[in-house]
């Protein structure tokens, strides 16, 4: 029992790990949520009107009375064709949008965003205005992340407004690229910006990247209202189990574990007041496999082959973002290659491959011979994946014997 309250009092007093993960939620103090952004809003917009909304754009914009600067922060923003052309129309009266996102479809606005190809893991990088009349200074950011800029501009409609450049460990540069632009649409204006961590509490504390991003603000009206978008976050509140409620309580913790410590007592003493003959029972067999193959052939019997082939490309993309570490967040040309290179695969056979995928995403069934396409394609993939690494390791092997 010493032992047990030991644990339960270093659980309680240690210090907890710092989280990294990107939650761009206003409520989050974590290194990347935007608690410190929300809270200064205010101050940077003295006169201005700060709503938040935690509905979709979709629901909140089919009241055409509502106008501001419709402000959006996450990592990657999925916006439904309906919900999408409702902001332009918002944005056409003469409203405006602030988006910083790693990705969304804004194909309808002649844009296309691309990442950084390069294969230095510790590349840092660093961005700036071209306005120079707001600030000269480069502002760096040393944590992993997506390096994406405008491949391609409407050149009729948009400015540009700032850079990202990636640099190596000798402060040289070696890529470069447009990541905030302004794009005038009907009377209104959109505002893309490609780095969303820059407005997270990590980099606005960091160093003077503060400037940085009360500049990049200076662009927004301070004559409209800002609606603050709150539904969009990676990090956004929500409880989906009951131990997952209590756990969220650091009193409901403690107190199920009492509850927990009560019962282990109970059962301690209540044992050895009416201890007993207990008989040998044999242990039960493991059934793991058994059970897999039972809820494989459940869904197989039934049919739900959308099902299975959903769970394979979760599964897959999964393995590409461990194994060969190469982020999926933003899937294009750029993806294709850089896949295809760190997997010893075609640029065409990746790309078939994820155009397989999407077009099963896109559906609300499929066959049973387009799961086993599918299958065939990823085993397909991986067994070129493995085979590199075997002809790798014979190399090695080979030039060992070699000079032995």
Do not use: C
Not at 87 to 101: H, K, S
Not at 193 to 210: D, G
Not at 213 to 219: D, G, H, I, N
């Amino acid at each position: 029992m010493v032992v047990v309250g030991f644990i339960l009092y270093a659980d309680a007093t240690k210090q907890k790990p710092i989280s990294w993960f990107p939650s761009y939620a206003a409520k989050h103090k974590i290194p990347y949520g935007t608690y410190i952004l929300k809270t200064e809003l205010p101050s940077l917009f003295p006169n201005t009107k700060i709503t938040e909304l935690r509905k979709p754009p979709y629901l909140v914009l089919k009241d055409s009375t509502i106008n501001g600067t419709y402000f959006f922060v996450n990592g990657f923003i999925n916006f439904g064709k309906e919900e999408f052309d409702e902001i332009l129309q918002f944005v056409e009266r003469g409203n405006d949008v602030f988006l910083a996102t790693n990705g969304a479809n804004i194909d309808t606005l002649k844009l296309k965003t691309e990442a950084f190809n390069t294969t230095n893991f510790d590349e840092k990088f660093q961005i700036s205005l071209l306005n120079k009349s707001l600030s000269t200074k480069n502002y760096s950011f040393d944590r992993p992340s997506a390096i994406i800029y405008f491949k391609e501009l409407d050149t009729l409609n948009s400015v540009a407004l700032g850079k990202i450049s990636a640099i190596d460990d000798k402060g040289k540069i070696t890529s470069e690229g447009i990541n905030f632009i302004k794009q005038k649409f009907g009377k209104g204006n959109f505002y893309f910006h490609t780095f969303p961590l820059a407005f997270t509490n990590y980099n606005i504390l960091k160093e003077e990247n503060s400037t940085y991003v009360s500049s990049v603000l200076s662009y927004l009206d301070a004559d409209k209202p800002i609606l603050w978008d709150a539904y969009y976050k990676t990090g956004k509140s929500k409880i989906t189990t009951p131990l997952h409620y209590i756990f969220s309580s650091k009193s409901l913790k403690w107190a199920y574990y009492f509850v927990l410590i009560g019962i282990l007592f109970f059962v301690i003493f209540k044992s050895k007041k009416d201890q007993r003959f207990i008989r040998i029972i044999t242990p039960l067999k493991n059934q793991t496999v058994a059970f897999t193959r039972t809820i494989a052939n459940m869904y197989y019997e039934k049919s739900e082959h959308k099902n299975i082939a959903t769970h394979k490309i979760n599964y897959f993309l999964e393995f590409i973002r461990t194994k060969l570490r190469v982020p999926t967040s933003v899937i294009n040309e750029s993806f294709y290659e850089h896949l295809a290179t760190r997997s010893n695969n075609s640029f065409e056979s990746v790309k078939k491959m994820f155009e397989k995928i999407d077009e099963i995403n896109r559906k609300n069934s499929i066959s049973k011979n387009e799961l086993l396409e599918l299958n065939r394609m990823i085993e397909s993939f991986k067994n070129s994946e493995s085979s590199e690494k075997n002809n790798e390791y014979g190399k090695q092997r080979t030039e060992y014997i070699r000079r032995n």
